[in-house]
């Protein structure tokens, strides 16, 4: 079954990779581990955290987010689980719905809409006007970044999304965002050399990306090259030293390197950023 580091889930919903952990903390999302001790989430994490987004687009204080999220999840623990909710943010007021009633999951109130009977009888009294949708654009006159954002829609199907990111490529051949998420795929595939390739691309158009240095440095030790992938995971702790799975891959790295002080260092930091979410 297919599965995402966090800072790949980062990328497909447009957070951040500290985003990602912090539901994490709050136990909205519960990952499994891979190979090497990182963090992976399936596609109904995916799901569940696509559910989730609106209260860290909103730029709520993270603490405030943890604690809604993990309240949220004893709520729900005997419904329909965390995707049978939608979550919204109203001005300072966090609310929740099922589709059968409204809370605030903060403090557990129920909300009811007294209006409700009336606002449909007064619009069913109108008769509705709907818009003329816009015609969809010819299928070879997409933008770089329209091409991009359909191959984050495809990424259920790898084939359709790798096709999509490509043609994003051939429109912007230095769009980061479309060589980092070609060069996942690829790598996924079993082609690390491309995906190397692809992940230099994006660091060669944006230096500071940690998650295309972390990538990197994940396709070269996959090739068998420790010390060129030492080189980008330190790269990548250097641009987000909250990445849990860097300091991991590095600790490990260092190791086997015999750089034992440096070892320990990161896999010091590895347990001090995982520590809320190992339960």
């Not at 998650?211 to 990548?236: M, Q």
């Amino acid at each position: 079954m297919k599965s995402y580091s966090a800072a790949e889930v980062a990328r497909i919903l447009e957070l951040t990779p500290s985003q990602v952990r912090a539901a994490v903390g709050a136990g909205w999302l519960e990952p499994g581990r891979g190979p090497r001790g990182e963090m992976r989430f399936s596609f109904q994490d995916l799901v569940s955290l696509k559910t989730a987004r609106s209260l860290f687009q909103a730029r709520l204080p993270a603490r405030r987010v943890r604690e809604t999220l993990s309240r949220l999840k004893g709520q729900l623990e005997e419904e329909g689980g965390v995707t049978s909710v939608r979550i919204t943010v109203e001005g300072d007021r966090i609310v929740a719905s099922d589709g059968r009633e409204q809370w605030q999951p903060e403090s557990g109130q129920i909300l009811f809409d007294f209006g409700g009977a009336e606002s449909a009888a007064a619009s069913s009294a109108k008769p509705q006007e709907f818009a003329r949708p816009e015609p969809a654009p010819p299928f070879g006159a997409l933008s770089a970044e329209e091409w991009y954002r359909r191959g984050c829609e495809e990424e259920t199907d790898p084939r359709a999304a790798i096709e999509a990111y490509r043609k994003a490529l051939e429109i912007d051949p230095d769009h980061p965002d479309a060589h980092i998420n070609l060069g996942r795929l690829l790598h996924e595939s079993g082609d690390a050399a491309a995906a190397e390739e692809h992940y230099r691309k994006a660091l060669a158009a944006r230096p500071n990306d940690p998650t295309a240095a972390f990538n990197l440095g994940v396709s070269l030790e996959d090739l068998g090259r420790k010390a060129d992938a030492l080189a980008a995971y330190e790269r990548a702790v250097s641009l987000d030293p909250n990445n849990a799975d860097a300091h991991w891959n590095t600790a490990n790295l260092c190791e086997s390197l015999g750089r034992i002080a440096e070892a320990l260092r990161h896999l010091k930091e590895y347990r001090a950023l995982t520590k809320d979410g190992d339960r």
